[in-house]
T-cell receptor
Framework: EPEVTQTPSHQVTQMGQEVILRCVPI?????FYWYRQILGQKVEFLVS????????KSEIFDDQFSVERPDGSNFTLKIRSTKLEDSAMYFC????????????FGPGTRLLVL | GESVGLHLPTLSVQEGDNSIINCAYS??????FIWYKQESGKGPQFIID?????DKRQGQRVTVLLNKTVKHLSLQIAATQPGDSAVYFC???????????FGTGTQLKVEL
């Protein structure tokens, strides 16, 4: 069964450093998403991406964040200068837009900013 | 400052019993709803979804009920098994938007 994959599973970084979180969505999907979940809290929407551009973003997704689809298979989230409060699980999701609304989530990357 | 996590409501059931997990959603304009299961350290796993033009949908051992009048969603799990132990989230999608808005979650504990 096809699934969303994410790398790395864990990332530890120093405050102020840049991180890139990587995702490989399900191959025939065309909508891509990033969500985050701070420990013990709800899953929160960050951004959605379709047709090589951002289609929607939340207030959390400020200028420190960017997304990219550098090739036909990867979808990345970059945090330019990490802050302590960026520590969270980051989930990638993808959706097949052909009549389906279901978003399928990856296993997540646990980011710890020290 | 200290970060305080949400206190998750917990539902404890005996193995083999039926479970009902409830969710109140916020936006009357939401047109799509979905239930996810999340095990510790893993990503949300799709269980079942329903569009707003329906009030019930059944899957394998799971049923979702939608009551738009009171903005309430429920997930019923038949013959609950130990492997069903997890946190269950409902999420809603509003109109033409892309994002899912997640609820707080309910911890389901299955006792042997």
């Amino acid at each position: 069964e096809p699934e969303v994959t994410q790398t790395p599973s864990h990332q530890v970084t120093q405050m102020g450093q840049e991180v890139i979180l990587r995702c490989v969505p399900i191959s025939n999907h065309l909508y891509f998403y990033w969500y985050r979940q701070i420990l013990g809290q709800k899953v929160e929407f960050l951004v959605s991406f379709y047709n090589n551009e951002i289609s929607e973003k939340s207030e959390i997704f400020d200028d420190q964040f960017s997304v990219e689809r550098p090739d036909g298979s990867n979808f990345t989230l970059k945090i330019r200068s990490t802050k302590l409060e960026d520590s969270a699980m980051y989930f990638c999701a993808s959706r097949d837009p052909r009549g389906e609304e279901t978003q399928y989530f990856g296993p997540g990357t646990r980011l710890l900013v020290l | 400052g200290e970060s305080v996590g949400l206190h998750l409501p917990t539902l404890s059931v005996q193995e083999g019993d039926n479970s009902i997990i409830n969710c109140a959603y916020s936006n009357s304009a939401s047109d799509y709803f979905i239930w996810y299961k999340q095990e510790s350290g893993k990503g949300p796993q799709f269980i079942i979804d329903i569009r707003s033009n329906m009030d019930k949908r059944q899957g394998q051992r799971v049923t979702v009920l939608l009551n738009k009048t009171v903005k309430h969603l429920s997930l019923q799990i038949a013959a609950t098994q130990p492997g069903d132990s997890a946190v269950y989230f409902c999420a809603e999608k509003t109109g033409g938007g892309n994002k899912l808005t997640f609820g707080t979650g309910t911890q389901l504990k299955v006792e042997l």
